[in-house]
């Protein structure tokens, strides 16, 4: 796209931590199991939000209703992989890796990013906001910068000159050797550190370059969305970007009631913030978002939440989406739940995958992924 002067294409992922609940979030109106199964925290339907004549949203999800209603959001029902695990650990490390049946050594976007930029001529080629890496940006060979804050981001950016830097990177070196050795390991460690520290010099200068009218909230997701919508407006060459709702926050075992409804009023506000600032900034055909969490939740509630399930749902929104469902709503007949008490999936994500990364991001998938799956048809051409 760079050759006809269009900007490149930005994939943005939002990571739902926790396992969210499916059924309270994409309300099943009209099947009378629901009220059945959710006898404490079934969501009264003069509250819900519709959707279609058979789905509703969850109240605190008003923005988002206002994308759906747009066109601009694709819904896929009853997502999942084969085999699931109610592990978070597991469960996020098979989304990250795209490995149900064995521990998965690289992650899905790092080979994507790896094939964007085979020889990391770029280090902020990918952007994650938040602590640490998440596992699908992990491979060798594939810098990724991890932020939490733009205005502080940088570790020894106080180290001046690149003498001085490479200076304290070699005491690293030196420190960690006795430990781990030297060789690829070591390598590995010094070209990361200095990536790290690259990416830090030029990430420091995006928010002084950033201006905008849009007044995001004071949370964390909030101040995320605000960071990437900096970073893409700074045109570093970020092609993806990744933030992750604050640890297990989607993990609502209790008092579910108040916590579903205040995270799914920050992610609905944050989203819809981003898109204005985008739509302010001209800049809403070239940006892709998904969102996902690593499972769903237990069919019946135990009285204040709900336990691990299985299936679930996703989100992709974008200029570029056509609006609507795909997949469908997993039975909640008794008999056609997984392991007598979870929404079976229908859709693989790796299919989701699979079509954003040919159909927006221009890559042959099947490397990616681990093989040929369905892509579905929410991207418009």
């Excluded at 629901?34 to 789905?55: A, F, S, W």
């Excluded at 991890?146 to 420190?175: P, W």
């Excluded at 691990?308 to 039975?331: A, F, N, R």
């Excluded at 299919?351 to 681990?370: A, C, R």
Aim: with cysteine; glycine share 12%.
């Amino acid at each position: 796209m760079a050759s006809n002067g269009k900007k490149e294409r930005v994939l943005v992922v939002l990571s739902l931590s926790g396992g969210n609940d499916f059924l309270n979030t994409v309300i099943p109106v009209n099947n009378s199991l629901y009220r059945d199964y959710r006898p404490t925290l079934g969501i009264q339907e003069n509250q819900m939000l519709p959707v279609t004549k058979d789905l509703a949203f969850h109240p605190s999800m008003k923005e988002m209703k206002g994308i759906w209603d747009k066109g601009q959001m694709a819904m896929v029902l009853g997502v999942g992989y084969p085999h699931p695990s109610r592990s978070h650990f597991r469960s996020m490390d098979i989304w990250h890796t795209c490995e149900p049946d064995k521990i998965g050594e690289e992650g899905w976007l790092g080979r994507a990013i790896r094939d964007i930029d085979p020889k990391a001529d770029n280090v902020l080629t990918a952007v994650n906001f938040g602590r640490g890496l998440p596992r699908a940006f992990v491979a060798p060979g594939v810098p990724v910068a991890s932020v939490g804050q733009l205005e502080t981001y940088g570790g020894l950016t106080g180290i001046a000159g690149e003498q001085e830097r490479g200076q304290a990177l070699e005491v690293f070196s030196r420190m960690y050797a006795p430990a781990i050795g030297t060789g690829p390991v070591m390598d590995y460690i010094w070209e990361t550190g200095r990536s790290a520290l690259k990416g830090a010099d030029i990430l420091k200068t995006a928010p002084s370059m950033y201006q905008s009218t849009v007044e995001y909230g004071a949370y964390p997701i909030a101040q995320q969305m605000k960071g990437i919508a900096q970073v893409h407006f700074a045109e570093f060459g970020t092609r993806v970007l990744y933030t992750t709702s604050p640890y297990n926050s989607f993990d609502t075992h209790a008092n579910q009631a108040g916590d579903h409804a205040r995270m799914w009023k920050q992610v609905s506000e944050s989203i819809d913030d981003f898109y204005a600032d985008l739509r302010e900034h001209h800049r809403g055909e070239e940006v892709l978002l998904f969102l996902f969490s690593e499972f769903g939740r237990r069919a019946r509630d135990n009285g204040g939440g709900t336990d691990h399930g299985t299936g679930g749902c996703c989100w992709i929104i974008g200029d570029k989406v056509k609006g609507g469902l795909y997949g469908e709503y997993p039975s909640l007949k008794q008999a056609e739940l997984e392991d007598g008490g979870d929404l079976r999936h229908n859709v693989d994500f790796r299919s989701v995958y699979s079509t954003i990364l040919d159909k927006w991001l221009g890559l042959d998938p099947k490397p990616i992924v681990g093989g040929s799956y369905e892509q579905l048809g929410f991207l418009k051409n």
